[in-house]
């Protein structure tokens, strides 16, 4: 069974993971075919909540399933880790050491490539700590004694006796003379050619290992997907983007990002200020960005709303609509995203849970509510629950239809009588005589009554004024995992 059949394919992922692969491959060969050396970045672009994890599962299934050598990083799992090169290099010698073949030779040629790889990336760990020492003279190499001593005094306090400086890279301490800065110049450049040459190692002993993976069963490119980018400390996102870029340069390899990039714009900006160019600068990482189709909400609502287990003895409306429609209808215009709909559905099944009322909560006035809540209403008071169904536009009050339904109208008509109770409504609805059964006076009365006949509480208010105090007690629940 695949993935997408076995996890309920409902965002229709599966051709979109079909074709990301035939373009990669495609892409690569004619990259090699054309003399064009280096590794391949795709970035898989989506709003937060639409399913960019599930597609990179998916993803990650079905090339390994293709024959295709294949890892997964968790980024936001490993930002802890001070360089994303650990947690890369990790997950890929994990995969070389755990790599059986029939053929004991090649099993053989990748330890031994897994070994020099090892050997290479620890060489290079080591400068790239070094090269991260933040070094003031740095920027200063190869001026003379009175330049770098004017450059640190503009960053230093005026209390501040400048004459010596230490390389961070090496603890040395040097006096501040011609001679020294020279020395100091030196041994910077020696450090650099030294950082050329690993990396030029390490790149070839990837390039081995990945070609090392070519069996019968087994064969490149060799597909590195990296997941939930854009949750990272924004430091961290920036340092892996640039480790990708620089240290990965290889043919055969792949790497595949899933990433709101416009919410990691947001985060490197916080980093460089609001004026820099973010967009642009993420560009330059990648070769391809591709946004994932958006999902086809009633379908996914209507699962959502069938596995969230809603106790629909408990939940029902009076107008002649779909639970799944309104559900659907609201969450549009309140502009929820596919992980908010699935809260608001928890939100209205623990509600459901602890109704204790024979009567039924009416869905056309409490998901509205519950829509409201999660995009900031806290409810708190009658005005901000009123402005839900009798939005101001223009100055004026709108009343908020749900499809062709008028459900301000009917929350207009229940109002008065949540001063009330059950008894007194049941009067003061006898009284006035019934309405056309789809006007919705008719049926804020209908909800009264059926709610009136199923408790025949009369000293008791009407259940919808306590909508919002039982939105705010579910809204104070977490999830285990952070929605």
């Given at each position: ?33 054309r ?34 050598p ?52 620890g ?29 640190a ?36 450049l ?68 899933s ?10 900006k ?5 004026d ?24 996914m ?14 939940v ?16 549009a ?7 908010q ?82 008894r ?60």
């Amino acid at each position: 069974m695949s993935y997408w059949t076995e996890n309920n394919d409902l965002l229709d992922r599966e051709a979109e993971s079909e074709f990301l692969i035939k373009f990669l491959n495609q892409r690569v060969a004619d990259k090699i075919s054309r003399g064009v050396s280096g590794s391949f970045v795709l970035n898989i672009d989506a709003t937060w909540g639409e399913g960019k994890t599930f597609f990179m599962k998916g993803l990650f299934s079905d090339i390994k399933e293709a024959g295709h050598p294949v890892i997964m990083i968790d980024a936001w799992r490993d930002d802890f880790t001070g360089d994303p090169l650990t947690a890369v290099v990790a997950e890929f010698d994990q995969f070389l050491n755990e790599f059986r073949s029939q053929d004991r030779t090649v099993t053989t040629k990748v330890k031994k490539a897994g070994k020099e790889l090892r050997r290479n990336v620890g060489k290079l760990s080591l400068l790239v700590a070094k090269s991260a020492a933040k070094n003031l003279v740095k920027r200063v190499v190869g001026e003379g004694t009175d330049e770098i001593i004017a450059a640190a005094k503009e960053v230093l306090p005026d209390s501040a006796k400048v004459d010596k400086f230490i390389d961070d890279a090496t603890g040395e301490i040097f006096e501040y003379t011609d001679a020294n800065i020279d020395k100091f110049a030196a041994k910077q450049l020696e450090r650099f050619n030294e950082a050329k040459n690993s990396l030029a190692s390490f790149r070839e002993s990837l390039k081995q290992a990945v070609q090392a993976l070519t069996t019968k069963d087994s064969r490149p490119p060799f597909f590195i997907l990296v997941d939930e980018l854009d949750r990272c400390r924004p430091t961290y996102a920036i340092e892996m983007l640039e480790r990708i870029k620089h240290l990965f340069e290889v043919e055969n390899v792949i790497f595949v990002l899933s990433t709101d990039t416009t919410q990691l714009s947001n985060s490197i900006k916080a980093v460089y200020g609001n004026d820099f160019d973010s967009r642009h600068y993420l560009a330059r990482f990648f070769d391809r960005s591709y946004m994932l189709a958006a999902p086809n909400r009633t379908k996914m609502v209507r699962w959502l709303f069938e596995n969230a287990k809603v106790d629909i003895t408990r939940v029902s409306t009076h107008i002649q609509m779909d639970l799944v429609q309104i559900v659907e209808d609201i969450s549009a215009q309140f502009s929820l995203e596919i992980r908010q709909i699935q809260r608001a559905i928890d939100l209205l099944a623990t509600i459901a849970i602890v109704w204790e009322s024979e009567a039924e909560i009416e869905l056309a006035i409490i998901f509205p509510m519950i829509a409201a809540f999660l995009r900031g209403n806290d409810l708190s008071d009658q005005k901000k629950v009123d402005a839900i169904f009798l939005p101001i536009v223009s100055n004026n009050p709108h009343p908020r239809h749900i499809a062709n339904f008028n459900v301000g109208g009917l929350f207009q008509t229940l109002l008065p009588f949540g001063k009330m109770t059950l008894r007194e409504v049941e009067r003061e609805i006898t009284r006035r005589g019934t309405r056309e059964r789809e006007d919705p006076s008719a049926i804020a009365y209908q909800i009264l009554l059926s709610e009136y006949n199923a408790t025949r509480a009369s000293s008791s208010k009407p259940l919808f004024t306590t909508y919002a105090q039982r939105i705010r007690m579910a809204g104070r629940f977490h999830s285990g995992n952070g929605q």
